[in-house]
C-alpha cells in the first residue's frame, strides 16, 4: 500500500517548529488536510482490499503455506 511513510516524514520535517506554522499557516493548513487525505484513502483502501484478502485467506492460511 505504500507511500505514507514519505509522505508522513516530509509533512513532520517541514513543520516541526511552531513558527514554521505561525508563519505560513494557509500552506500548513493544505498540506495537513493532503496528509488527512492519503491517510483516509490507506484506510479505505487497506478495509476495501487488503482486510477482505486477509479474511479470505481464513485463520489457517499460514500454517497451510508453511
Do not use: H, T
Not at 26 to 52: K, T
Amino acid at each position: 500500500m505504500g507511500g505514507l511513510l514519505g509522505v508522513y516524514a516530509k509533512f513532520s520535517l517541514r513543520w516541526a517548529s511552531a513558527k514554521a506554522i505561525f508563519e505560513q499557516q494557509p500552506l500548513f493548513r493544505q498540506e495537513w488536510n493532503d496528509l488527512c487525505a492519503a491517510l483516509g484513502n490507506r484506510i479505505e483502501r487497506e478495509n476495501g482490499e487488503l482486510y477482505p484478502l486477509a479474511d479470505a485467506m481464513g485463520p489457517d492460511a499460514e500454517r497451510k503455506s508453511a
